[in-house]
T-cell receptor, first 114, second 116 residues
Framework: AQSVTQLGSHVSVSEGALVLLRCNYS??????LFWYVQYPNQGLQLLLK??????LVKGINGFEAEFKKSETSFHLTKPSAHMSDAAEYFC????????????FGSGTRLLVRP | GAVVSQHPSWVICKSGTSVKIECRSL??????MFWYRQFPKQSLMLMAT?????????EQGVEKDKFLINHASLTLSTLTVTSAHPEDSSFYIC????????????FGPGTRLTVL
């Protein structure tokens, strides 16, 4: 069975500050891991994904995430927050055994203060 | 690339009527499409998986006679909410997985359904 835990339903940072959104996963087989962003009343946009290649993954809009097997984590970071980064962020896990069905975390709302 | 559209973007209907939502992959062939439901301020809940040319696979607790899914072509899947009731009001989002990049789902913009 797979699961995803996102610590912190809300994260607030100042513009220009480091963004860190936490994601821990559980998977009985090697996982595929994803971060998606959702703006109000819109669908999900893929930020980045880990599919067993490099453990440090770079995505769009300056975001990156590092896969740490020993910690079962896939935290999302960005060195300097912009106001436009304010949105809901979802971590998700899948694997080949589950036919790549995505299991989502509960989401983290990122607030960026001027 | 990898664009998925949904139509309509929002719909309001009366209780007891049926509503059809379309999901299209615009620039790739989608052998598999997924339908999700999202309640306000909550995560996405997978409703069903549809494969082109075969019956959809529904997740536990999802009524297949209530939520009819058809995946007639490699670029189109439809979700029909039959005899809609106010509790069916929600944000419905589809995603599509291409035959080439099988590990990634690309999401549509969602459809807001309000049942009066």
């Amino acid at each position: 069975a797979q699961s995803v835990t996102q610590l912190g339903s809300h994260v607030s940072v100042s513009e220009g500050a480091l963004v860190l959104l936490r994601c821990n996963y559980s998977s009985s087989v090697p996982p595929y891991l994803f971060w998606y962003v959702q703006y109000p009343n819109q669908g999900l946009q893929l930020l980045l994904k880990y599919t067993s290649a490099a453990t440090l993954v770079k995505g769009i809009n300056g975001f990156e995430a590092e896969f740490k097997k020993s910690e079962t984590s896939f935290h999302l970071t960005k060195p300097s927050a912009h106001m436009s980064d304010a949105a809901e962020y979802f971590c998700a896990v899948s694997n080949v055994d589950s036919s790549y069905k995505l299991i989502f975390g509960s989401g983290t709302r990122l607030l960026v203060r001027p | 690339g990898a664009v998925v559209s949904q139509h309509p973007s929002w719909v309001i209907c009366k209780s007891g009527t049926s509503v059809k939502i379309e999901c299209r992959s615009l620039d790739f062939q989608a052998t598999t499409m997924f339908w999700y439901r999202q309640f306000p301020k909550q995560s996405l809940m997978l409703m069903a998986t549809s494969n082109e040319g075969s019956k959809a696979t529904y997740e536990q607790g999802v009524e297949k006679d209530k939520f009819l899914i058809n995946h007639a072509s490699l670029t189109l899947s439809t979700l029909t909410v039959t005899s809609a009731h106010p509790e069916d009001s929600s944000f419905y989002i589809c995603s599509a997985k291409s035959s080439v990049s099988t590990d990634t789902q690309y999401f549509g913009p969602g459809t807001r359904l309000t049942v009066l």
